[in-house]
Each structure stands twice: as C-alpha cells, then as structure tokens.
Nanobody
Framework: QVELVESGGGLVQPGGSLRLSCAAS????????MGWYLQAPGKEREWVAT???????NYGESVKGRFTISGDNAKNTVWLQMNSLKPDDTAVYYC?????????WGQGTQVTVSS
C-alpha cells in the first residue's frame, strides 16, 4: 500500500511563493514517475508537473517558468516550488505517483492566492 501525504499549502498574496511537499511511504525510486495536479472549484483535475525516475521533469504550460518540481530519494519526498503565484493558481493540489499499472493519490492540500 502506498501513502502520499501533501503539506505546505496555505494562503499567499499574488506574486508570492509556496513550497508543497509530498511525503511517500517508502522509497520514491520504485515509482515510474511522480507529479502534481491541481483542481480548482468546479473544474476538472489538471496536470501541473511530473518528475520521472530518471530525474527528467515536465510542466504544464500555465506553470512553466514559475513552478519547479524536485525529489529526494533519501527523504522519500517530492516538492513543488511555486513562485510568482497568481489568483488563478488557487486550487487543491494533489500529489500523484505511478508504478505501472497503478496510480496513487494523496489527499490534497489547499493553495489560495489572494490579496
């Protein structure tokens, strides 16, 4: 059984920064990739960023240049550094881990960008 626990969400002003953490139960090296998704009120879940086992990363167009995903196998943790936050970034952010053919999700952490 895989458990993913997100933390680091909160209220931040536009232009501010937050760092989200996703702590996995056990080594993250066993996953094919890990990522972050967001879900705004009334909208479908949307992909934000992915980091592969190799360390390669990919980002959604709306966050490129502002968000950075990283991971540390020794700490079994993946982070999402979010800079230059905008009100449109307001959402619940979910951590995701894939070890084919299974996909696992965390419970989510709320991020609110507002003045």
């Amino acid at each position: 059984q895989v458990e993913l626990v997100e933390s680091g969400g909160g209220l931040v002003q536009p232009g501010g920064s937050l760092r989200l953490s996703c702590a996995a139960s056990g080594s993250i090296f066993r996953f094919n990739n890990m990522g972050w998704y967001l879900q705004a009120p009334g909208k479908e879940r949307e992909w934000v960023a992915t980091i592969a086992r190799s360390g390669s990363t990919n980002y959604g167009e709306s966050v490129k240049g502002r968000f950075t995903i990283s991971g540390d196998n020794a700490k079994n943790t993946v982070w999402l550094q979010m800079n230059s936050l905008k009100p449109d970034d307001t959402a619940v952010y979910y951590c995701n881990a894939v070890t084919l053919p299974s996909t696992f999700w965390g419970q989510g952490t709320q991020v609110t960008v507002s003045s």
